[in-house]
Nanobody
Framework: QVQLVESGGGLVQAGGSLRLSCAAS????????IGWFRQAPGKEREFVAT????????YYADSVKGRFTASRDNAKNTVYLQMNSLKPEDTAVYYC????????????????WGQGTQVTVSS
């Protein structure tokens, strides 16, 4: 079983940066793919980024490509989402999710979810 805790959210002006962290429990964290998702008020949860178990493969939603970077440190059981050039439309609750031996954009393929962290970008 894996428990996930996100942190690093907050209020930032447009053009600014934040780094989200997703800290995981569990001794087999290095076998889990991680997805980052976000959900704005009144909207469905949407895919943001994903990273495989080694950190050697990532891909991103078109809306964040070139601005967001996912990385992980398996020794620290932590995954990061560096968010640069933030826009007001990036405002949402951000979630990390884990799935053993899967990484990708499918919400339903992730079994473990964190509680979310709020990111607010002001114009």
């Amino acid at each position: 079983q894996v428990q996930l805790v996100e942190s690093g959210g907050g209020l930032v002006q447009a053009g600014g940066s934040l780094r989200l962290s997703c800290a995981a429990s569990g001794r087999t964290f290095s076998t889990y793919g991680i997805g980052w998702f976000r959900q704005a008020p009144g909207k469905e949860r949407e895919f943001v980024a994903t990273i495989n178990w080694t950190g050697g493969s990532t891909y991103y939603a078109d809306s964040v490509k070139g601005r967001f970077t996912a990385s992980r440190d398996n020794a620290k059981n932590t995954v990061y989402l560096q968010m640069n050039s933030l826009k007001p439309e990036d405002t949402a609750v951000y979630y990390c999710a884990a799935s053993r031996n899967y990484y990708g954009h499918s919400v339903s393929s992730y079994f473990y979810w964190g509680q979310g962290t709020q990111v607010t970008v002001s114009s």
